[in-house]
């Protein structure tokens, strides 16, 4: 196996779980108690990397950061780099494209939270930023860890979205996926084998966790 892109992979697989967690869990809760009837187009808009090919949504998001963009070319004037074939830039695409995957056990798990209890707490003089992490958060966290194992799992297995927006740079953008994609290419099938069995047993195991987790009763 490719340790380098072993390593890169967890890498941009933990990075893109903090940062859909940190931003994710308040745009989930948001969505789960807004009555605003334009939520469905959010919703709607959030949700298209769910039933887009990645090579399209790579290529929109390659486009959104090319150095003649406003984004593109703020970023290579602080840093010096283009945000495309870089590994901020595949961490961008990679937070885009897993965000739906992630804001669903989300939303699930706010939307089963008992609405007296959130009133109950205000009642009782607490403010509604307490209350979401006293009282939401501990009763949502099995749809929460569901979204964060199936964030870091799924972008360990991402293929087309990583390569239309960084390319296959060893050490920068050579995931595993790439990796097993370029033994094969090579006809080096022993290497192509050991990662995608390694990559279909951590897939197994993530699918297990969440589904003990879903199973899990609630003890309130």
């Not at 150095?67 to 010096?80: D, K, N, Q, S, V």
């Not at 595949?90 to 939303?107: D, E, G, Q, T």
């Not at 707490?121 to 501990?138: D, E, N, Q, Y």
Request: aromatic share 12%.
């Amino acid at each position: 196996m490719d340790h380098g892109a072993l390593w890169l992979t967890l890498k941009l697989a933990s990075l893109t779980t903090v940062i859909l967690v940190t931003g994710g869990l308040p745009l989930a809760w948001w969505l789960a108690t807004t009555k605003w009837p334009g939520r469905i187009v959010v919703e709607s808009v959030l949700a298209l990397p769910l039933v887009l090919p990645p090579t399209v949504l790579g290529f929109y998001i390659l486009m959104a950061t090319g150095p003649r963009t406003w984004l593109g070319a703020t970023y290579a004037e602080w840093t010096g780099g283009p945000l495309p074939f870089s590994f901020p830039g595949i961490l961008l695409a990679s937070v885009l494209f897993n965000l739906p995957f992630v804001l669903r056990p989300f939303i699930a798990g706010f939307s089963g939270v008992d609405r007296r209890l959130l009133e109950a707490s205000w009642c009782l003089g607490v403010s509604k930023i307490a209350t979401f992490f006293r009282v939401a958060l501990p009763l949502a966290w099995t749809g929460v860890v569901s979204g964060a194992v199936l964030g870091f799992s799924h972008t360990v297995g991402e293929f087309g979205v990583v390569l239309m927006v960084g390319g296959n740079i060893e050490g920068v953008t050579r995931t595993l996926s790439i990796a097993l994609y370029d033994d094969v290419q090579a006809m080096h099938y022993d290497e192509a084998a050991e990662t995608a069995l390694w990559l279909v047993g951590f897939a197994f195991v993530s699918l297990c966790l969440v589904s003990l987790l879903n199973r899990r009763p609630l003890n309130v």
